[in-house]
């Protein structure tokens, strides 16, 4: 099935810029994004790129668009509309992704707790059998940490976590998100020129 449109989340981990990174390639590649941030993913992101994603849908979207340097292709939606395509199994996206996602939105995906959109919208690729990525970012893992993402690796998720690698030997910050969010784009199914392979 060939990959048309994507949720992706951003929720209160550090690492705002692997989610951003990831909606602009999207859109690049001409994919309809559905977009959200919670509540700390909001806060998050400011801190750590400046943009600001709360208040109006529409003046965030704008807000958006110009950080990203983009002019269409997403969709911003509340963390709290459970009305929204992606919280149903009849209209569920193709892929959706966490990225950055948080120690507490990974427990509570495991834990089957659908409280807002993001942890409902990821019920429902579980229960789909699509694609869910999950990207953490936490250092170190504990043991609960540990145990949640095997249970839902177990379920279908994918865990992808921010590591990047060195081989391509990358001279910036930005050569270290393209890698990992280049990962994301190779599980999604889409074709990137991201970061250098092994051997090329």
């Known amino acids: 099935m060939a ?3 994507v949720f992706v989340a951003l929720t209160g981990a550090s690492g705002s810029v ?3 990174r990831l909606v602009e390639q999207l ?3 001409e994919i309809d994004v559905t977009f959200t941030a919670s509540c700390s993913g909001t806060l998050v992101c400011r801190e750590e790129t400046g943009l600001d994603l709360s208040g109006d849908l529409d003046k965030a979207t704008q807000r958006l668009y110009q950080h990203l340097e983009v002019e269409s292709g997403v969709e911003m939606v509340h963390p709290d509309d459970l009305f929204c395509e992606a919280a149903s199994g009849s209209a569920a996206p193709d892929a959706m992704v966490v990225a950055p996602c948080s120690m507490g939105t990974l427990a509570r995906i495991a834990s089957g707790i659908s409280g807002n959109l993001i942890e409902r919208s990821a019920d429902v690729m579980l229960k789909e059998r699509r694609p869910l990525l999950l990207l953490p970012r936490e250092t170190p893992l504990s ?3 540990l145990g949640n993402m095997l249970k839902l690796s177990r379920a279908g998720a ?11 030997k990358p001279q910036s910050v930005i050569e270290l ?7 994301l784009l190779d599980q999604i199914g889409l074709e990137h020129d991201l970061y250098r392979r092994w051997g090329k």
Do not use: N, T, W
């Not at 994918?158 to 391509?168: E, G, L, N």
């Not at 998100?177 to 990962?183: A, P, Y």
């Open 3 to 5: 990959v048309q449109r």
């Open 18 to 20: 692997y989610g951003l």
């Open 27 to 29: 859109c690049l590649s």
């Open 143 to 145: 043991e609960i940490h």
């Open 158 to 168: 994918r865990i992808i976590p921010a590591m990047p690698a060195f081989y391509h």
């Open 177 to 183: 998100v393209d890698f990992v969010v280049g990962k």
